[in-house]
């Protein structure tokens, strides 16, 4: 039907299913991209963002940035930013963060953008990731 927005893509994932997904999901990804993760503390978010800078040549060194706000990683193609949102206590704290600098990266990678409120740039692709009944698995909404 036209002007229907696309149903979000949802599976559960194992940890290594995560992973793999993630690399997948940095090896094809455009030059540019915004990509928000958004969920629960300990949902993953932070392990799909490894992944997917692992995708984009950036080696293993990616880690929760929540005490620097912001890492930087050296991608194959250019720079990755990846920004956790969660020690804002408002979006006006966002806006001493460089977005305009962040967003010339070769991708941007945002962990809790609710908290960024309109300082966080537009997605290209949005990530939920939530707890279920299996801790070992995790649902993954891609939008």
Known sequence: MAGRAAMPERRLLGEA??????ERIGRELPAGSVLLFEGDLGAGKTSLVRAIVR???????????????????????????????????SPDEAADLDWEALGDADALLVEWPE???????????????????????RALEVT
């Open 17 to 22: 299913e995560l992973e793999a997904e993630g």
């Open 115 to 137: 908290r960024g409120g309109a300082w966080v740039p537009p997605a290209t692709r949005r990530f939920r990731l939530a707890h279920v009944d299996d801790p070992e698995r």
């Open 55 to 89: 995708g984009l040549g950036g080696g293993d060194e990616a880690s929760s940035p929540t005490y620097a706000l912001v890492h930087h990683y050296h991608g194959a193609r250019g720079p990755v930013y990846h920004v956790d949102c969660y020690r804002l206590r």
